[in-house]
């Protein structure tokens, strides 16, 4: 089946690293997702791992997949303030299914 | 290309009346999906085409929804005799053969 989890809520400090959490059930998914929602917004893309990768680095962010554990993870480095939001992980096969949603703050 | 668009922003509607939403996905990108997102939760897949041919449709969509692509470019989707439960973020999604899928910014329901 189908099922996308993530942990509701993550707070940290500026300038410390985020990692966000997400496990998914679909072994057959084809690539993994992250994407930001900030209030009132739509989805932003962020990044995105192909399943047969481990490891994707852009700028500060580092993904990492597992995928014998069905782990994903988002490592965000130098949190900014900026980077308050709700971070959605998903799985695609034909179509995107979506964690729960993270919801990040950073505070001062 | 300014990126996937959604029409209206905002939509209020009393029960019972219909509603229409348009979302006119980026040029020459081939799927194009339908979400809805309540408070607190993460998007709902409701359904999606490839060019014109509608391939999947969630369990979600009941009778009162349907979702066009006429011709394989811009989409609708209406709900009938709205109820107070179909207020939601309703958001459309595209992306061509390869991996990335781009979202609009949404269509708000409120249903009073």
């Known amino acids: 089946g189908e099922d996308v989890e993530q942990s509701l809520f993550l707070s940290v400090r500026e300038g410390d690293s985020s990692v966000i959490n997400c496990t998914y059930t679909?072994?057959?998914?084809?690539?993994l997702y992250w994407y930001k929602q900030e209030p009132g917004a739509g989805l932003q893309l962020l990044t995105y791992i192909f399943s047969n990768m481990d490891m994707k680095q852009d700028q500060r962010l580092t993904v990492l997949l597992n995928k014998k554990d069905k782990h994903l993870s988002l490592r965000i480095a130098d949190t900014q303030t900026g980077d308050s939001a709700i971070y959605f992980c998903a799985e695609k096969t034909d179509k995107l299914i979506f964690g729960t949603g993270t919801r990040l703050q950073v505070f001062p | 290309d300014t990126g996937v668009s959604q029409n209206p922003r905002h939509k209020i509607t009393k029960r019972g009346q219909n509603v229409t939403f348009r979302c006119d996905p980026i040029s020459e990108h081939n799927r194009l999906y339908w979400y809805r997102q309540t408070l607190g939760q993460g998007p709902e897949f409701l359904t999606y085409?490839?060019?014109?041919?509608?391939?999947?449709k969630s369990r979600l969509l009941s009778d009162r929804f349907s979702a066009e692509r006429p011709k394989g470019s811009f989409s609708t989707l209406e709900i009938q005799r709205t109820e107070q439960g179909d207020s939601a973020m309703y958001l459309c999604a595209s992306r061509p053969s390869g991996a990335e899928a781009f979202f609009g910014q949404g269509t708000r329901l409120t249903v009073v």
């Open positions: 679909d072994s057959s998914s084809t690539y």
């Open positions: 085409f490839q060019n014109e041919a509608q391939l999947e």
